[in-house]
């Protein structure tokens, strides 16, 4: 492999933990916050993708489609959390996983009814939908490149809002002591709330940048629910750093897996968590059990 | 009182446990005579309970050795310990909540038979366990509460249960992790009374914050202040050092 | 005498059915008893041990597939050699996922064992074994037959069915005997009180550990004979989405029996078909009513008889009025 070819697999590879980052941040946020398992996080990201492709071909716009469909996804998240999450805090796992495998199925069925169950695809924005030519025979899209910006400024903008900001304090405090921060009288009802509705419309936008390079199809949030579970088992729950070095580690275990070792590349990701399972059962950032 | 190493149950040296930066168990030795009531008291924050989470294996030690009569027990989990005849009872009390005070205390006997886990038959057909239940129950004065589901106990009867399940598991030692904690005083009475009739034939360490309890009971005592042992000897010994006198009964008045 | 009556009359009936209803009912309702035997193993897990698995249906589908690949082409594989072997494999496939899956706890265990699970989708998904995404046929259905002389055929209805409701008795009876064992007290109280049942002595890690390795054959049990009765396997057959249906009908039939999944699997399977016939949506129907069942009744259905005929003096006692799963609470 000669290092223009390997330089195009490791942004592949980069591009890929971001967005896996985008959608696994908002699974742990609702996890260590909420403190409640969601089986449908996937079914969001699904639900995104399809909203992107129905709103694009009205409107022609993915910049409308990307901002409607975050908006729809934080409103039908706000919602959700009054309707049903709210219920489950305090509750055992296993009603938080039934009440959210419950919610699959509806959601499925919702984008049956919407959208169908096409396979589609998504035209990027124009001006991103080049190619930059890197050698002779060799060029990269730019709007992977622009994915990999445009995740990054997101992961920024999370990571300012959780050490830097009053609500990230709060929400820092929810995650280590849920117990405390209730003793402190912090309105917990509106944060939590708003923490899941942000961990939905997170879901959904990894859904919405994805559709232009990826097709848009009725499994797809499946597979990005377990590989979300992958990232934060990697990373450590409730942590978003962890989650950050989780999605990176499967973006180049898997993006490199297929390059090297093609015919195992779709079990590596799994020999990698079994691997940090008996280094850390906790996950590389978790805390440790005393 | 001899002190002689055969009568040595516990034997723990030179233990230390930091969490990150903090020091909370600094350099710790102590012995628990066969036939003693070992108490550990000492303020607040001077590394009690770490103490007892080390020696039961609930936490493992940076640095040190943790001897069972002749065991070598410093890297075991808290099962195999549990096998090597360490009892353990909780501050906070930790029954089974939803099995009754009959099933709670065959558990324990359960426990320690030879056959733990045996996978047919009822648990009811091995009569050696059931013998070590209704003993253990009697001891404790619960034989009335044998059927009550242990969460509608009373707070002193579940530390009396707690004390029934340790006695099942028929220990050489027990370690005592404030077991009069948020009792009454007549309910205490009766607590202490069992306590006292514990070291017979067994070594027992109790770390205990009502002193007139502790030096009612204890036979030896250890004084913990800041991750350190600041003194142990006879409860008379230690009343008159001067370490503990400014660090820790000076604190609280006359604790005799 | 209440005690026997009823699973007396219960099994007289099952023994009747198949001579007074049509054989497609009797197909049927073969099909519920095996969804019944998966409900009841997983329930070892889940409502005894206090561990929420979702990779059941990996053990289930893994075992269905050791029959397909064990087929010899058109000719019916042996029982006893292939059923065996399907169980084992899921056996040592749940040691494995067990091992690594149970140095977690709560929140973690149920992710780590949906993602083995889907290691495993992916694995028959992805490579082409046993045909890859498209499956495998199960050509002819299992024999016994000692030599060359056939014994039994599965290939009969009837004969399936008896089968199938040998095998679903023989699971209650391993189940319930393992529940009431030494075993089963020592599992349950590791589920109530780990930290306790630890410094009783017991080593919970190897005691989880043979109940979720059981759990596992008994689901590769059941996996071996839905691939019989269909004849055909899928990666669907160890997809999540069957392994969280089957914890619906644990969480129907009530955690804390052995028997009461059996019960949930059936409601919920009749409640598919009822559903599948009047409605093109019925998976929106069915996710509504699932939503509407875990946030109303978490103690399943049984919750509903006090509610029907009127709480009776003697009432539930108090440790089955207990929530279920005490301890799996934010791992």
């Not at chain 1, 049956?112 to 899209?141: C, M, R």
């Not at chain 1, 912090?186 to 994805?210: Q, T």
């Not at chain 2, 065959?106 to 996978?119: D, G, I, N």
């Not at chain 3, 292939?82 to 056996?91: E, S, V, Y």
Request: net charge neutral; proline share 4%; with cysteine.
């Amino acid at each position: 492999m000669d290092l223009v070819t390997f330089g195009v697999q490791l942004l592949n590879a980069i591009q890929y933990g971001m967005v896996l980052f985008l959608v696994a941040s908002g699974l742990t946020l609702v996890f260590g916050i909420l403190g409640v398992i969601n089986l449908a996080h996937g079914a969001f990201y699904m639900f995104g993708a399809y909203l992107a492709y129905w709103i694009a071909a009205y409107t022609g716009s993915f910049w409308i489609a990307m901002v409607a469909g975050v908006a729809i996804a934080f409103v039908v998240g706000l919602v959700l959390e009054n309707v049903f999450i709210r219920r489950l805090y305090g509750r055992d796992h296993l009603v938080q996983v039934l009440l959210s495998f419950g919610l699959i199925l509806v959601i499925d069925e919702a984008r049956e009814i919407l959208f169908g169950k096409d396979v589609h695809s998504v035209a990027p924005p124009a001006w991103l939908s080049g190619s930059i030519q890197l050698t002779d025979n060799l060029s990269y899209p730019v709007y992977r490149l622009a994915i990999c910006g445009f995740c990054l400024i997101v992961a920024a903008l999370i990571f300012f809002v959780i050490t830097r900001t009053k609500i990230g304090m709060i929400v820092r405090a929810g995650a280590e002591n849920r117990e405390m921060t209730r003793v402190l009288g912090i309105k917990f009802d509106v944060v939590n709330r708003y923490v899941f509705a942000v961990g939905i419309a997170l879901a959904a936008l990894g859904g919405i940048v994805i559709a232009p390079i990826s097709t848009v199809f009725p499994g797809m949030g499946d597979g990005m629910l377990i590989l979300s579970f992958v990232v934060v088992v990697l990373g450590g729950i409730g942590s978003v750093a962890g989650a950050a070095v989780g999605a990176l580690l499967i973006g180049l275990t898997d993006t490199f897996g297929k390059v090297f070792f093609p015919s195992v590349s779709s079990i590596l990701i799994y020999v990698l968590m079994a691997a940090v399972l008996l280094w850390r059962p906790n996950g590389i950032l978790g805390r440790r059990e005393v | 009182m001899a002190s002689t190493a055969s009568n040595i149950a516990l034997r723990a040296t030179g233990l230390h446990k930091h969490f990150g930066g903090l020091r909370a168990v600094a350099d710790v030795s102590i012995d628990v005579h066969v036939g003693e009531i070992h108490a550990v008291i000492g303020p607040n924050g001077a590394g009690k309970s770490t103490l007892i989470n080390l020696l039961s294996g609930e936490l493992f030690a940076n640095d040190g050795a943790i001897m069972l009569d002749a065991a070598d027990v410093t890297r075991l989990p808290p099962d195999r310990r549990a096998r090597h005849g360490l009892g353990r009872a909780y501050q906070k009390t930790t029954i089974f909540p939803r099995f009754t005070v009959h099933e709670n205390v065959r558990l324990a006997a359960q426990a320690r038979s030879p056959a733990p886990l045996r996978m047919f038959g009822s648990v009811r057909s091995d009569t050696n366990v059931h013998d070590l239940t209704a003993q253990a129950i009697a001891r404790v004065g619960l034989t009335a509460q044998t059927q009550i589901v242990a969460s509608d106990l009373s707070h002193g009867e579940q530390r009396q249960l707690e004390i029934a399940m340790v006695l099942a598991t028929d220990p050489r030692i027990i370690l005592l992790d404030e077991p009069l904690a948020g009792m009454g005083q007549a309910e205490a009475r009766g607590i202490i009374d069992l306590i006292s009739s514990l070291k017979v034939g067994r070594a027992v360490l109790l770390v205990e914050h009502d002193m007139d309890a502790v030096f009612e009971l204890a036979d030896r005592l250890t004084v913990m202040h800041d991750g350190c042992v600041i003194a142990s000897g006879s409860p008379r010994e230690v009343r008159t050092h001067p370490a503990v006198r400014s660090a820790y009964l000076g604190d609280h008045g006359d604790a005799s | 005498m209440r005690g026997w009556l009823i699973p007396v009359v219960l099994l007289a009936a099952a023994i009747a059915l198949p001579f007074v209803v049509p054989t497609y009912y009797v197909q049927f309702v073969s099909k519920a008893f095996i969804m019944g035997i998966l409900a009841m193993a997983l329930n070892l897990a889940v409502g005894h041990g206090g561990l929420v698995s979702l990779c059941h249906a990996a053990f289930f589908g893994l075992a269905g597939y050791v029959l397909a690949l064990l087929s010899p082409g058109y000719d019916p594989a042996s029982l006893l050699l292939t059923l065996p072997a399907a169980m084992l494999a899921a056996a040592a496939v749940a040691l494995i996922i067990g091992a690594l899956a149970l140095r977690t706890r709560g929140v973690y265990f149920i992710m780590v064992t949906l993602a083995f699970g889907e290691m495993l989708f992916f694995l028959f998904h992805d490579t082409g074994i046993a045909g890859g995404s498209d499956g495998a046929y199960v050509n002819a259905k299992p024999e016994i037959a000692i030599a060359g002389h056939q014994l039994l055929d599965l290939a009969s209805p009837m004969a399936f069915y008896f089968v199938v409701l040998f095998f679903l008795i023989a699971t209650i009876a391993v189940l319930t005997m393992l529940v009431r064992s030494p075993f089963g007290h020592a599992l349950a109280a590791a589920r109530d009180n780990e930290r306790r049942a630890r410094s009783l002595g017991f080593p919970i890690y190897r005691i989880r550990l043979i109940a979720f390795v059981i759990s596992g054959a008994i689901a590769g049990l059941a996996g071996y004979f839905a691939a019989a009765q269909f004849g055909f396997v899928a990666p669907q057959m160890l997809g999540w989405h069957l392994s969280a249906t089957v914890l619906v009908m644990v969480l129907i039939g009530g955690l804390r029996s052995v028997t009461g999944p059996l019960i949930g699997a059936l409601v919920l399977i009749v409640l598919e078909e009822v559903l599948k016939a009047s409605t093109d949506y019925w998976k929106l129907i069915e996710g509504l009513i699932i939503i509407v069942i875990v946030l109303a009744l978490p103690g399943g259905v049984r919750q509903l008889w006090p509610m029907i005929v009127g709480a009776r003096a003697d009432g539930p006692s108090p440790r089955q009025a207990a929530p279920p799963v005490a301890e799996s609470r934010h791992g």
